[in-house]
T-cell receptor
């Protein structure tokens, strides 16, 4: 299975943009890049996903490198409520293992007031 | 509110007790999952059900017994657990994924289990 690499932790100041990187150098052509986050004492929640093009939604933006070997989750204005563990996950919808949704260690984002 | 409800939210049980965790979703999803999250560790996938059939069992000890009577409900029956089984147990659901463009998964808030 293609794996992802993320920094263990990052800090950001409130109201400033945050760029959370993810490396996935062994990504296959059919892998989608998903981001989830887990707030303290809660289950993970879906943030965004993409295949090749950059994606925007109300929560965040996803910038995908042209070679797809890395991606960046962008929070445009971090708030204290964005403090969470952010997970970058690859999923191939054509694979029988697509349902497994395997989590790594993620990046612990701390937002400073 | 994600649409996935887990009960109870907290559970304390002795090593000789038998208890069950319940998960319910009315999102129309056909895949349901159990995850275990121990302190300071990544989420570990335990079981996957698709259309009520178990499709994944990631080497989970038999003291954990899942049950999926229909696509909306998932149970995790617990018996003779050990203290190291204390963890947050999370349920998730998603649309059937094979052949579909990456569906998102929805998680419950989890059951915090303490085995004493």
């Amino acid at each position: 299975d293609a794996k992802t690499t993320q920094p263990n932790s990052m800090e950001s100041n409130e109201e400033e943009p945050v760029h959370l990187p993810c490396n996935h150098s062994t990504i296959s052509g059919t892998d989608y890049i998903h981001w989830y986050r887990q707030l303290p004492s809660q289950g993970p929640e879906y943030v965004i996903h993409g295949l090749t093009s950059n994606v925007n939604n109300r929560m965040a933006s996803l910038a995908i490198a042209e070679d797809r070997k890395s991606s960046t989750l962008i929070l445009h204005r971090a708030t204290l409520r964005d403090a969470a563990v952010y997970y970058c996950i690859l999923r191939d919808p054509l694979s029988g293992s697509a349902r497994q949704l395997t989590f790594g260690s993620g990046t612990q984002l701390t937002v400073l007031p | 509110e994600t649409g996935v409800t887990q009960t109870p939210r907290h559970l304390v049980m002795g090593m000789t007790n038998k208890k069950s965790l319940k998960c319910e979703q009315h999102l129309g999803h056909n895949a349901m999952y159990w995850y275990k999250q121990s302190a300071k560790k990544p989420l570990e996938l335990m079981f996957v059900y698709n259309f009520k059939e178990q499709t994944e069992n990631n080497s989970v000890p038999s003291r954990f017994s899942p049950e999926c009577p229909n696509s909306s409900h998932l149970f995790l029956h617990l018996h003779t657990l050990q203290p190291e089984d204390s963890a947050l147990y999370l349920c998730a659901s998603s649309p059937t994924s094979t052949g579909q463009i990456s569906p998102e998964a929805f998680f419950g808030q989890g059951t915090r289990l303490t085995v004493v």
